[in-house]
């Protein structure tokens, strides 16, 4: 296995420990509000700051991007990674390692 795998291997063999839940909580969330800032960065052309980050609006924007990262993100993500796991470890394992 390349150095990278067993890396990955080894990182989400600790990541998968806190469960799903606590994955689409912390990675869904991060990933919603990183989405948050880039579209609020990109209507600043058109808005003041203002409006754009703290209004009704912005708190709307932000619960989907945060909504929207925890279902589409986390969700979609963790099958991908445990994919991506089992087929390293069962390469590993097949290899005699």
Do not use: H
Not at 9 to 32: D, S
């Amino acid at each position: 296995m390349k150095p990278s795998d067993q890396k990955f291997v080894r990182q989400w063999a600790e990541t998968r420990k806190m469960g799903r839940f606590k994955y689409a909580l912390i990675y869904g969330l991060g990933f919603g509000l990183i989405l948050f800032l880039f579209t609020g960065i990109y209507n600043l052309w058109e808005k003041p700051f203002t409006e754009v980050f703290f209004s009704i609006r912005s708190a709307i924007v932000f619960l989907f991007w945060v909504t929207t990262g925890i279902i589409g993100y986390a969700v979609l993500m963790w099958p991908v990674n445990e994919y991506f796991f089992r087929k390293k470890q069962d390469s590993d394992f097949n290899s005699g390692k």
